[in-house]
């Protein structure tokens, strides 16, 4: 089995580094125009079929990435973006000096001691699902030899990476920090192991240097 892990493309929220959670907010024309990139140089590449988030943001990703291929297109809660319930819309940078920032910048700065907001998930929550989402992967029969595209976000992309490499500790969460947007990740799968075979692939011609997590 393999594994194509890629991130959505950028959203004006990413731009503004604004987190995203479960706010469904569209592709920006740049992230379109990555995701074409992205589309063009992965044209050779085998898919059998694909797994996406639910958010259109990912969704919409995948479907530019497989766009003119007869490829089914699954959606999956199990690979959708961290939840930060009050959180969301928040600034990565943080500079406004309340309690309620001290506590979201825990996520960033101190993920060991991070506590959700109301209707958020911790990270314990995040690695749960994408770990359950993995196992049910690797061992479902219908599967083995399948080359697999996911379509997922920042922090459910670093949640899979970390489970890959063992990295299970929460103080550990940001370690090899988050992939940028539209970056691939590939995955061999055998008898149930996986293994990274090349990591954070760019395929667009712009570098993009970008943080924000969603």
């Known amino acids: ?12 929220w990413n ?11 569209p592709l920006n024309e740049y992230g379109r125009h990555l995701a074409r990139q992205t589309a063009e140089g992965m044209k050779e590449i085998r898919f059998d079929l694909a797994y996406t988030s639910p958010l259109i943001r990912a969704k ?10 007869n490829i089914p297109l699954i959606e999956s809660d199990g690979i959708k973006e961290m939840g930060f319930g ?5 600034c990565v940078t943080g500079k406004e000096k309340t309690a309620e920032m001290e506590a979201f910048q825990k996520f960033f700065s101190d993920t060991g001691n991070f506590v959700p907001a109301e209707g958020g998930e911790s990270i314990a929550d995040v690695m749960g699902r994408t ?6 992967l690797y061992t479902n029969p219908d599967l083995q030899g399948k080359h697999i595209l ?15 490499r063992g990295n299970l500790e929460s103080a550990d969460f940001w370690k090899w920090h988050v ?6 990740t590939t995955v061999e799968v055998k008898e149930g ?3 990274i075979l090349e990591e954070s692939k760019i395929y667009y011609k712009e570098p993009v240097k970008c943080w924000n997590i969603e």
């Open 1 to 12: 089995m393999i594994l194509y892990i890629v991130r959505h493309g950028e959203t004006d």
């Open 15 to 25: 731009k503004a580094r604004r987190v995203q959670g479960f706010s469904d907010i």
């Open 60 to 69: 919409e990703t995948a479907e530019i990435i497989l766009e003119g291929r």
């Open 86 to 90: 009050a959180y969301e819309g928040m």
């Open 131 to 136: 770990g359950s989402f993995l196992r049910e």
């Open 150 to 164: 996911l379509s997922t976000h920042g922090a459910a992309m670093t949640a899979f990476l970390n489970h890959i």
């Open 179 to 184: 992939p940028a947007n539209c970056a691939v």
């Open 193 to 195: 192991v996986p293994a």
